[in-house]
């Protein structure tokens, strides 16, 4: 997908990249908050998007309000999602994002068609839709009342805490339909978090946003992603994690190993130079073979992780993530790639 196809005619300010065209309105704000982050506005023609056919996803529909995350996340593998827009999967992706702002009322009008079947709605799939952005534009809400409205089933990945602002709503539309969500925390390390997730709230202030969305009656899985290898994976550190994830009331948890998907493996091998360079030739090994670590490396994780899930009680874990869903009749449309962006 590229810009053109995203946006409608409108005008754009001055500042509007070249490449844009006129359908793009470019803004950037000078709080801290925002500094250094451009987002460019544009008004999508659809939101409900159909995953490709191919996909290894556990879900078929997908709704993504925001391209780019400013959570930065350094192994991201959205990031290559970027470059289909002209963008750089590096560093535009932290700071270039995307704002489909007609994305609730498009989705009302989309839930609201013929051809729509009522089919489970994964969001937090491709970037995280509680990044800061959200904070601003404040889509989610619209998004979320427009779901409860058509009592349509929806699931949500995040490693926001923005999403506790959404809390009534999201038990709004509990009463009527089934909703999930679940946060990723890899690890606890605070020294890893800061480097290699420097935009996301705290892996603690995620595990809190975990505890108080079960308390609150929303469901809310754990996503143990992604385990870094040589620096959040030795037995010490999963057996850590697991039990300060069913210390948070965590239902359930799920390990994933680090995948380096190009785009990501790019910036993660940079960043991996700067900060740990004595683990390159260790990662250029693991990686050797392609995007995804060894199995008897994953199955070495997952074995572990269950076992200390099973001691703390919160298993068993399983190897899938939100939640499978059968594949629909009608489609509506394709967005490109998704990809499950590790959140
Ligand atoms: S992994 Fe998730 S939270 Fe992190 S940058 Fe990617 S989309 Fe954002």
Known sequence: MRWDNLGRD???????????????????????????????????????????????????????????????????????THSYLDLDSGLDFDSQIVVKVNAPELLRKELAGPRWQGQHIAMGTNVDCYQRAEGRYRLMPGIIGALRDHANPFSILTKGSLILRDLDLLRQAARVTEVSTAVSVGFLDRDLWRTVEPGTPSPGKRLEVCRTLNENGIRCHVLMA???PYLSDSPEQLRATVRAIAEAGGTSVTPLALHLRPGAREWYMAWLSVHHPRLLSRYKSLYAEGSYAPKWYQR????QVNEFATEFGIGPTHTGTLRAVPAPAAPVTVEGPTQLSLL
């Open 300 to 303: 070495r994780i997952t074995r």
């Open 10 to 80: 409108e005008a754009a300010t001055a500042t509007t990249p070249a490449l844009f065209g006129t359908d793009v309105v470019t803004r950037t704000f000078d709080t801290p908050e925002f500094r250094g982050i451009t987002f460019h506005e544009v008004r999508a023609r659809s939101i409900v998007n159909r995953v490709p056919g191919a996909s290894q996803m556990p879900f078929d529909w997908t709704v993504n309000p925001y391209r780019g995350c400013s959570h930065a996340c350094v192994y991201c593998f959205a990031r290559k």
């Open 226 to 228: 992604p385990v870094l």
